[in-house]
């Protein structure tokens, strides 16, 4: 019996251990790299996606959901379907919301946080997310899947995100998953599926 | 051309008579007996429920929109969060009826003014009870006037139902903030409006229905 407790502590304390592995500096490059070629090929992308805002203090996460739509360069869609629905577009400098029906523009020079993740989700598509020079960087492994984090270096940005961690799946090397976690121990989790890469997208999809 | 100077009087003395009848909030209702002494809101005040709401601000034209989060932690206190549909934090509070603590606030809403205000809205929506000094009714209404310092609350209970439907925090003469509350089950408002008469300033409040 207590080799078997034994034996089922190593395994989950294997297992634990397993699950986040530094990568070498050959792994980075290799990872990087898979990534870059990828994300050049990646003209539009939309996916389904479910937004998991988790508090501390709450017994359950919310939760809401729909779909993103990006195009290359810059043009992105965050579109909120449930349990309301709330469309954000990030085009040309300026963010349009459409929040049920009533309409509003703002500006993301007003805006700065808005910007940087606009960017930030851009980049990780598209793959000029490593260059930033705005992040620190660590790499680790996981089961079928890389892991990515970024510590923002800036300090404004920093009081609000403290630490953004990208989850691409192995195989596609694309982002299956975003976290944004906030300086206390609050995060939102933003779980990326039904990819579709590179259907076509007209420019009249961004417009709310 | 005299019929509209006619028309023009009529809507005046119509104009006249709302705004005068707006002056003192009981004036219009006959004061009863007393059936209670104290009232128990059933709003917000399950520990194990996340009170989540969307929610949308307009201030003074600029509108603002997000969740509003409500979580009764302990006996007498509520945390409240406030954030952007994306997530992101923009303020925490805990409140009770005495204390008051800001765990954190985006520095574009860190204003005295603001918190201020919003703390006095926020304790006015999750007061857990009113102690009633007087009681009075109109036709669809019980309402009840209970002290809250300088100022007074008016609590309005539909006769049909018995749900709290309205509560006024008004000064002696002046009208100051109404709350508007629409609940189907009367545990859980699904539908509430916060708004002020002296600033432009109203909350609106949709409860979040989760799947």
Redesign the interface.
């Known amino acids: 019996m207590k080799t078997k407790i034994a034996l089922l502590i190593l395994f989950i304390s294997g297992n634990l251990f397993a699950q986040e592995q530094k990568m070498s500096d050959a792994e980075i490059a290799a990872f990087k790299q898979d990534v870059n070629v990828v994300s050049k090929k990646i003209k539009t992308l939309s996916t389904d996606f479910v ?1 998991y ?1 988790h ?1 501390d ?4 996460d ?3 959901s729909g779909k993103m739509i990006f195009k290359e360069p810059n043009l992105l869609q ?1 579109q ?1 379907k ?3 629905n ?1 469309s ?1 577009v990030f085009k040309n400098g300026k963010i349009l ?1 459409n ?1 049920e029906g ?1 309409k ?1 523009a703002v500006d993301i020079g007003n805006s700065k ?1 808005f910007g940087r ?1 606009n960017k930030l989700i851009v980049g990780s598509v598209s793959g000029n997310m490593f260059d930033d020079k705005e992040f620190t960087i660590s790499y680790f492994k996981l089961k079928g899947q890389n892991l990515a984090k970024f510590v923002p270096k800036d300090a404004t940005l920093k ?2 995100i403290k630490q953004i961690e990208l989850t691409f799946d192995k195989e596609e090397a694309t982002v299956v998953q975003v976290k ?1 976690l ?3 121990e ?1 995060y ?1 989790r933003i779980v990326l599926k039904n990819k579709v890469i590179n259907a076509k997208i007209d420019d009249s999809v961004f417009t709310n | 051309m005299q019929k509209s100077t006619i028309q023009f009087l009529l809507i005046n003395c119509l104009l006249a008579f709302v705004l005068v009848s707006c002056g003192s909030v009981t004036k219009n209702y006959t004061l009863k007996k007393l059936d209670k002494t104290s009232y128990q809101v059933p709003y917000f005040t399950d520990s ?3 009170y ?1 709401y ?1 929610t ?1 601000i307009t201030v003074y034209g600029h ?1 603002i ?1 997000g ?1 509003f ?1 409500a ?1 009764k ?1 302990n006996d007498t206190t509520h ?1 409240v ?1 406030f ?1 952007t ?5 923009l303020l925490d509070f805990e409140i009770s009826e005495k204390t008051f603590k800001v ?2 606030i ?2 574009e809403l860190d204003r005295k003014i603001l918190i201020n205000t919003l703390t006095e809205d926020f304790r006015l929506l999750l007061k857990k009870e009113y102690l009633i000094q007087e009681q009075f009714e109109n036709e669809s209404d019980n309402i009840y006037k209970s002290k809250d310092g300088n100022r007074d609350n008016y609590l309005f209970i539909s006769k049909n139902g018995s749900k709290l439907e309205k509560v006024v925090n008004a000064s002696k003469t002046k009208e100051k903030i109404t709350l508007l509350f629409s609940s189907e089950n009367n545990i859980f408002a699904d539908k509430i409006q916060i708004i002020h008469q002296n600033i432009k300033l109203k909350i609106e409040l ?1 409860y ?4």
Not at chain 1, 57 to 60: A, M, Y
Not at chain 2, 85 to 89: M, R, Y
Not at chain 2, 208 to 211: A, I, W
């Open positions: 937004q805002k508090l203090f709450l017994s359950k919310i939760e809401t965050w909120y449930k349990p309301y709330y954000i919301i929040d009533k509003s946080i993740i009081k609000y944004l906030e300086s206390s609050d939102t | 194990k429920t996340d989540v969307k949308n509108e929109s969740i989060i979580k932690i945390r969060v954030t549909e994306f997530g992101n934090k765990n954190s985006v520095s949709n979040f229905k989760s799947e």
